[in-house]
């Protein structure tokens, strides 16, 4: 595989790889290890999974990593959009069971529902269900705008009270889901959506961020070297201790 360049910024290892399947290989079987290695010591792990396309990579491999035993891992995923149809290809329930929890025999996966009729309800039965389960790992992305989860600058809260919450998207955030070939036009993106808080994100464990792609360059560019602020909310990953930020020659073309 051929990795370009790897050192810290700050607590956060930075990893560059040539092509986009090499980098998420590489991710995939760091993920793969510390999960074996967890579960040797415990008897069972939490693993917050990011929906989106940049993650295929990872989630391919790790859905084909014989050496994980994922009978005995709960799966939560870290955002969901509100009002989507239940059935649709972009609800990110539907994305994770059909690239993951559908594939392997997890002890439980817990969805978020953005279709739920009461959304304060929601969040607190999803908040209850995080703080029983403290969580071990995270496997995330960043969006164009630096966000992590649906934490767009303008509502993203380092210091958040909350564990989950309802979030208005911005139009970066919106035309990105275009730009992934997700949604046709932006008018077809939803305008909402729930997401787990950057507290509740930075409470794992270990942290696994994944990022391919040049239209990713100027949010991976800011995450490294600009300053640790909301308005570039992947920027606080560099505080975390055990953070490692996958990258791509083409997400990190600005940084090589």
């Known amino acids: 595989m051929g990795l370009l360049k790897s050192f810290y910024k700050e607590k956060m290892q930075v ?8 980098m998420g290989e590489a991710a995939a079987n760091d993920i793969g290890k510390k999960i ?18 940049s993650q295929n990579e990872v989630l391919e491999g790790l859905a084909g990593n014989t050496d994980i035993d994922w009978t005995k891992i709960n799966g939560f995923h870290m955002d969901e959009y509100i009002g989507l149809s239940s059935e649709a290809p972009q609800n ?24 739920a009729s009461d959304i304060e309800s929601e969040c607190k039965r999803y908040s209850k269900l ?25 509502v993203a809260e380092f210091n958040d009270k ?7 998207l911005d139009a ?15 008018s077809d ?3 909402e959506a729930l997401t787990l808080t950057i507290p509740t994100l930075m409470s794992g464990k270990y942290l696994f961020c994944t990022v391919p ?40 073309n600005k940084v090589l």
């Open 15 to 22: 990893q560059i790889w040539e092509k986009r399947e090499d």
């Open 92 to 115: 990110f329930g539907n994305f994770l069971r059909e690239r993951l929890f559908g594939r392997v025999p997890f002890k439980a996966v817990y969805y978020i529902n953005g279709g």
């Open 130 to 154: 995080l703080e029983e389960h403290p969580i071990d790992i995270v496997c995330l992305g960043i969006g164009e705008n630096g966000h992590i989860a649906f934490n767009d600058p303008g």
């Open 162 to 168: 909350k564990i989950i919450k309802e979030a208005k």
């Open 213 to 252: 792609a040049r239209t990713k360059a100027a949010a991976v560019y800011a995450m490294i070297n600009g300053g640790i602020t909301e308005s570039c909310p992947a920027s606080i990953l560099r505080t975390h201790n055990n953070a490692s930020l996958y990258c791509d020659r083409d997400s990190a």
């Open 189 to 191: 993106v939803p305008t």
């Open 172 to 186: 970066v955030c919106r035309q990105q889901q275009v730009n992934d070939g997700c949604f046709k036009t932006i």
């Open 36 to 53: 074996t290695e967890l579960q040797q010591k415990q008897k069972e792990i939490n693993i917050i999974f990011a929906a989106a396309p």
